[in-house]
């Protein structure tokens, strides 16, 4: 599917406005000594970023139901502008960073499942698994972006400058939503009188076994995103790089793993629109898990094959997504998606906030304190949990989703 001006506009849009997501794990290695942090309490932002992101999408994801995703994924957009610039201005400890960081997580949860909800109105299911990765794939090029943007302006200006380089992005990102969905339709689905939301989603089998899968995939993923730069700046200072050149490099490398998340993406929605949603999940999950299991022990090992094995990893670890979102618009109901979604948000995105901080409890217990941590595989052993539960989700789905009876038209508001 090539990607139409309209998509093309929104994809943009995403990407921009991800810009912020990478910032604190880019600069993480800078931020242990600046703000004085152990392992566990860096891991303790990531965990409110992921918590604040996980409550802002059940609230925005449900809200959509009810308003429109058009309406909310505007208004989201600029309040995740102003947030990113207040943290660039005033994120300068722990406390103020925790605090501020999950802010931005809150503002920014209203552009995700609202414009997944978008794409399921304008397209059909035989283009949407390839719209759907399109759009994914754009956020991984938004992270790209983040650790571009966060390493070189480390080495500049140090992490102030990281943090207003990467806030820019979300104001681009908000200006290009106000001129691109200025005529795009706010759509409210209505409801069957005989339809709830437990007969739609709780009593769906096929939508809650994608809602566990969503949540193990986002256990792995989540965890891995938010440690792999220091995991990178950690080889490369074992393998002779100064501790500041180490974290740049591994800005830069990160961001060509957000390159291949991309690839992934981009190409594994349109995969499962002609192989089968079933057949893709379970070879991404699998291949994903084996790379949680390796991928921690190889530090120390030559810089190639850590970054060959970093490429599968990410390539595996994302490529679901998109797949696992185009399923679960396909077995869910258009009036009860947003809430749908919701659910599916507050477990995943739950389980995503815990997996950076049982990652550094894990980091911390297997490394002495005070110093780099050298020993990091049973830290992403941790992860590959997940996958595990990822590969098992998938391989109980049924091979084909059962056809789902018309809706009621939706009203334009």
């Known amino acids: 599917m090539r990607l139409d001006g309209w998509l093309l506009a929104l994809c943009l849009a995403r990407a921009a406005m991800m810009a912020m997501f990478m910032t604190y794990a880019a600069v993480l290695p800078v931020l242990l000594s600046a703000w004085d942090m152990s392992a566990t309490m860096a891991g303790?932002?990531?965990?409110?970023?992921?918590?604040?992101?996980?409550?802002?999408?059940?609230?925005?994801?449900?809200?959509?139901?009810?308003?429109?995703?058009?309406?909310?994924?505007?208004?989201?957009?600029?309040?995740?502008?102003?947030?990113?610039?207040?943290?660039?201005?005033?994120?300068?400890?722990?406390?103020?960073?925790?605090?501020?960081?999950?802010?931005?997580?809150?503002?920014?949860?209203?552009?995700?499942?609202?414009?997944?909800?978008?794409l399921a109105d304008r397209y059909p299911p035989a283009r949407r698994g390839a719209a759907v990765g399109w759009l994914i794939a754009s956020s991984s090029l938004g992270?790209?972006?983040?650790?571009?943007?966060?390493?070189?302006?480390?080495?500049?200006?140090?992490?102030?400058?990281?943090?207003?380089?990467?806030?820019?992005?979300?104001?681009?990102?908000?200006?290009?939503?106000?001129?691109?969905?200025?005529?795009?339709?706010?759509?409210?689905?209505?409801?069957?009188?005989?339809?709830?939301?437990?007969?739609?989603?709780?009593?769906?089998?096929?939508?809650?076994?994608?809602?566990?899968?969503?949540?193990?995939?986002?256990?792995?993923?989540?965890?891995?995103?938010?440690?792999?730069?220091?995991?990178?700046?950690?080889?490369?200072?074992?393998?002779?790089?100064?501790?500041?050149?180490?974290?740049?490099?591994?800005?830069?490398?990160?961001?060509?793993?957000?390159?291949?998340?991309?690839?992934?993406?981009?190409?594994?929605?349109?995969?499962?629109?002609?192989l089968g949603r079933r057949a893709v999940l379970v070879g991404l999950a699998a291949s994903s898990t084996a790379c949680s299991f390796a991928f921690g022990w190889l530090i120390g090992w030559p810089m190639a094959l850590l970054f060959a094995v970093g490429a599968v990893y990410a390539f595996t670890a994302l490529g679901d997504s998109p797949v696992l979102s185009t399923a679960f618009t396909e077995a869910v109901p258009p009036a009860y998606l947003g809430a749908g979604l919701a659910l599916r948000s507050l477990l995943g995105f739950g389980a995503g906030a815990v997996a950076p901080l049982a990652f550094g409890a894990v980091l911390d217990a297997t490394n002495p304190a005070g110093v780099t941590p050298t020993a990091w595989g049973w830290a992403f052993v941790t992860l590959g949990l997940g996958g595990l539960g990822a590969t098992w989700a998938a391989l109980g789905l049924a091979r084909d989703p059962a056809p789902r009876a018309a809706e009621a038209r939706p009203v334009l508001r």
Not at 75 to 97: E, H, I, Q
Not at 192 to 201: I, Q, T
């Open 44 to 118: 303790s932002i990531s965990t409110g970023f992921q918590a604040g992101y996980a409550v802002s999408l059940v609230f925005f994801s449900a809200l959509a139901d009810r308003i429109g995703a058009r309406r909310v994924f505007v208004w989201s957009s600029w309040l995740t502008a102003a947030s990113g610039l207040l943290f660039a201005v005033l994120a300068r400890s722990y406390v103020s960073g925790l605090v501020l960081y999950t802010i931005v997580a809150v503002a920014n949860g209203g552009t995700y499942t609202t414009a997944i909800m978008l």
């Open 143 to 274: 992270y790209a972006l983040s650790l571009v943007l966060s390493g070189a302006a480390l080495a500049w200006g140090g992490y102030p400058a990281a943090f207003f380089a990467s806030a820019c992005g979300p104001v681009v990102g908000a200006l290009i939503v106000a001129v691109a969905l200025r005529n795009t339709p706010n759509l409210v689905h209505a409801r069957r009188p005989e339809s709830r939301f437990g007969s739609a989603v709780l009593k769906n089998p096929r939508a809650m076994r994608l809602v566990a899968g969503y949540t193990f995939h986002s256990w792995e993923l989540l965890g891995m995103w938010a440690w792999v730069p220091a995991f990178l700046a950690a080889a490369f200072v074992v393998s002779g790089s100064g501790s500041v050149r180490a974290v740049e490099l591994s800005a830069y490398v990160s961001a060509s793993f957000h390159v291949m998340g991309l690839v992934a993406s981009s190409s594994m929605g349109g995969l499962s629109d002609r």
